[in-house]
């Protein structure tokens, strides 16, 4: 079972160095028709994690199914570094979908990061699986001013490389950072993501995560893999 409790940040940033040269940024595929959305919940100063992966179809985004596991972990919380506390987990959410979605979306930096090495490249890599990172928050290169509209996007640079994009979700309220994780271009990214946002804030397949995996931590929802009747709501 993968898991990182021993390394120090030495170590993890030399893996991070390691896994970096075989990011891929060519879309592996185009014809996508399930989606996913992966997030992490935990109570303040715990060391256990509560994983969820909740698989939507694509472009409709109806919820499918999702899985949820609880995990544990003693690698402390770090910035640049929050794969190595939460991915063991997710991996094992990942591991009990018998047919896994087409693309996952992770809430995190992909390649928007200051060894190309977000949760949602670490994911990817490890799972050679396409993968898309939804951050809440900018953690490395620059982009220009933003239009306040909701759907206005604007690329995301460090130099002359193009990493992700900031992208407005509503009208005024603080953009979301999307950027590949692996086996997927840049611009591709952007185009799924945009067909993702309907009215909140953070696009359906993170936010349908994240509210699975708060239920779950709550006691509102049980550890497993569950297929859903469509006709019936999520929450």
């Known amino acids: 079972m993968l898991n990182y409790d021993d390394f120090t940040i030495e170590r993890a940033t030399n893996l991070q160095h390691e896994m970096r040269k075989n990011i891929s940024l060519k879309t592996l595929n185009k014809n996508i028709t399930t989606i996913a959305g992966a997030d992490i919940s935990h109570d303040v100063g715990s060391s256990v994690l509560f994983a969820g992966i909740v698989i939507l179809s694509y472009p409709e985004l ?8 609880q995990g544990e972990s003693k690698f402390e919380y770090k910035s640049e570094f929050l794969a190595f506390r939460e991915v063991p987990t997710l991996i094992k959410a990942w591991e009990q979908i018998p047919n896994k979605p087409d693309l996952l979306i992770l809430d995190g930096q992909g390649i928007t990061h200051p060894r190309n090495m977000g949760i949602a490249s670490h994911f990817g890599l490890l799972t050679n699986h396409p993968t898309i990172g939804c951050a809440k928050n900018m953690l490395h290169g620059e982009y220009s001013a933003l239009a306040d509209e909701k759907f206005s996007i604007c690329p995301i640079y ?3 490389e193009k990493l992700g ?3 407005r979700t509503k009208n005024g309220v603080k953009p979301v950072f999307i950027s590949p994780g692996h086996h997927i271009s840049v611009d591709d990214s952007i185009e799924i993501m945009l067909n993702t946002i309907q009215k909140y804030r953070i696009p359906e397949p993170t936010r349908h995560a994240h509210q699975m995996v708060n239920l779950f931590r709550t006691g509102q929802r049980k550890e497993g ?3 859903l009747n469509c006709q019936l709501p999520l929450f």
Do not use: D, I, M
């Not at 109806?62 to 596991?69: A, F, I, R, T």
């Open 62 to 69: 109806v919820p499918l199914s999702y899985s949820l596991v």
């Open 158 to 160: 460090k130099g002359e």
């Open 165 to 167: 994009h900031a992208l």
């Open 225 to 227: 893999y569950f297929e």
